[in-house]
């Protein structure tokens, strides 16, 4: 089944404590993007990846890293989580750009206290 | 900045009666999607359109692109409950680099049954 995976799915730490989100797609997309959904400020673009080992910031990416090392796989990379991350997280992919279908995973809620 | 406004925010109505969201812009864009989230899920793509004017079919949804290409609507006709849930629009801004999009906050519909 062709599908964007996330772990884990709830997450509840501690501010300052290094965390990383997990995402993997079996599609073999070339794309794969982060957002963050909060209440009042819809979804938001974190960091996005065209390809292996290219990534760039999108429109929120103070506190957070990504890498691309597989084409598969996008981590999430939260070095020291501050209470403002607290959120829900979604990665997605699509076959080449990011105006084509996206395929979102199912979520990742983070509440940092 | 480009922005993609969606009303209502909000929208209750009973099993059975029709409805139509917004999305609306003061920008011209390339294309423009419509994502479906169901709580507890990411957005699933539900219609993209391309052309000024166009309108697709989906089932009980009607989905229009404006002949400026700067708004959309949804009509659904007979809503059930199964209709629940957040409608985001997306658009591609015209002449944009990389294919970037932007997604509006959303219409959050609720169907009682």
């Known amino acids: 089944e062709a599908q964007v995976t996330q772990n884990p799915r709830y997450l509840i730490t501690v501010t300052g404590k290094k965390l990383t989100v997990t995402c993997s797609q079996n599609m073999n997309h070339e794309y794969m993007s982060w957002y963050r959904q909060d209440p009042g400020l819809g979804l938001r673009q974190i960091y996005y990846?065209?390809?292996?080992?290219?990534?760039d910031k999108g429109d929120v990416p103070e506190g957070y890293k990504v890498s691309r090392k597989e084409k598969r796989n996008f981590p999430l990379i939260l070095e020291s989580p501050s209470p403002n991350q607290t959120s829900l997280y979604f990665c997605a992919s699509s076959f080449r750009l990011e105006s084509e279908e996206q395929y979102f995973g199912p979520g990742t809620r983070l509440t940092v206290t | 900045t480009q922005l993609l406004e969606q009303s209502p925010q909000f929208l209750s109505i009973q099993e059975g009666e029709n409805l139509t969201v917004y999305c609306n812009s003061s920008s011209v864009f390339s294309s423009l999607q419509w994502y479906r989230q169901e709580p507890g899920e990411g957005p699933v793509l539900l219609v993209t359109v391309v052309t000024g004017g166009e309108v697709k079919k989906l089932k009980r949804l009607t989905f229009q692109f404006g002949d400026a290409r700067k708004d959309s609507s949804l009509h659904i006709t007979a809503a059930q409950p199964g209709d629940t849930g957040l409608y985001l629009c997306a658009a591609e801004g015209a002449g944009n680099r990389d294919d970037k999009i932007i997604f509006g906050k959303g219409t959050r519909l609720h169907i009682l049954p």
């Open positions: 990846s065209m390809n292996v080992e290219v990534t």
